[in-house]
């Protein structure tokens, strides 16, 4: 917290300032005002308060939309990408896994294919050379300048990475215990779409098919047969769950947690698909991105869509 209320004159000076310098930096308000920390950082919870600049994530302050340049918010979200990139392989280098392809491209800050930046961090950086988090990060924005016509890696994304990587930074640590890696999983799942959602952007659904792995994810089965695997809670009906509450304030782990007994399976045939998915004018439900209505999280059945189709159904098995 800090220590003095801040006057109007210096708030505007501020204001200004960060406009100006497209950089919600305390370092730069301490420079250009001369002004202590204590001083700079109050003038910042008040930029905070007056909707100029964002709180702080991962050690992170950004201008709002209002105030963000088109070139400043592109540079933010690559620096982003970079450090999720190196977040996430130091997690499959943990888990000793080489991450789903498909993740790896909701994520890359590069149009690279997706097994070219998995050989680079994952492969180069981080098994054959043991790099941390940090070194990785920056080693992968440094090569996409030189090689990939990425933004100029300057000091002012160098302190950007060492700020995000010291939130994530830990001693290496293999994990090969099963309920660990699921919870892993559906934490990072959660970060995408908070990292979408800081960038203005909405993340694919499609996520919930490729961060946790599909053995991981419990499936019934339809009496009546069939081979489309339909989820019991819509993915898109998660995904807006999930932006609902990290809007909220709520954590990445939280969120993580509050919808994990939610991604689960069943598996179904054409014609039950399609009564759940087509519209009322077409004889179906129109369930095919949301649940019935009045539903909620916290007392509604997850399979109130199926129940609601008259789909007969064995339930997925309880992990034990």
């Known amino acids: 917290m800090s220590t003095s209320i801040p006057t109007q004159d210096l708030i505007s000076q501020a204001m200004a300032i960060v406009i100006e310098e497209q950089s919600p930096s305390v370092a730069l308000l301490q420079r250009r005002l001369r002004i202590g920390f204590n001083s700079a950082e109050g003038l910042m ?16 302050r950004r201008l709002t939309a209002c105030y963000e340049k088109p070139e400043t918010a592109t540079r933010a979200a690559h620096v982003r990408k970079v450090f999720e990139t190196a977040r996430f392989f130091w997690e499959m280098w943990e888990e000793n896994c080489d991450g789903h392809t498909l993740a790896i491209g909701f994520l890359k800050p590069t149009k690279l294919s997706n097994t070219a930046v998995r ?9 054959k050379r043991g790099f941390s988090m940090h070194d990785a990060a920056v080693g992968l924005a440094q090569w996409l300048q ?13 302190v950007d990475i060492a700020i995000l990587c010291a939130t994530a930074t830990r001693a290496f640590e293999p994990v090969s215990d099963v309920e660990a890696i699921i919870q892993r999983s559906f934490v990072r799942v959660v970060r ?3 990292q979408t959602r800081l960038d203005g952007k909405v993340a694919d659904s499609r996520c919930f098919d490729y961060y946790p792995a599909a053995e991981h994810v419990p499936t019934g089965y339809g009496k009546n047969g069939g081979t489309h695997p339909e989820h019991v809670v819509p993915c898109a009906f998660l995904r807006d769950r999930c932006i609902a509450r990290l809007g909220e304030g709520a954590s ?6 509050e919808i994990r007994p939610f991604l689960a399976i069943v598996m179904i045939n054409k014609h039950e698909w399609d009564k759940l998915d ?4 077409s004889g179906g439900l129109g369930l095919k991105e949301v649940m019935p209505s009045n539903w909620d999280f916290e007392t509604g059945d997850r399979f109130a869509r199926l129940h609601a189709a008259g789909i007969a159904f064995d339930p997925p098995a309880a992990r034990t």
């Open 45 to 60: 919870e008040a930029l905070e308060a007056l909707e100029v600049v964002t709180p702080r994530y991962d050690g992170i």
């Open 119 to 127: 050989d680079l961090v994952l492969g180069e950086f981080y098994r």
């Open 146 to 158: 030189q090689n990939d016509d990425g933004p100029a890696f300057d000091p002012m994304m160098e």
């Open 192 to 194: 995408y779409i908070q």
């Open 252 to 257: 990445v782990e939280d969120v993580a947690k």
């Open 278 to 281: 087509d519209s009322p004018a």
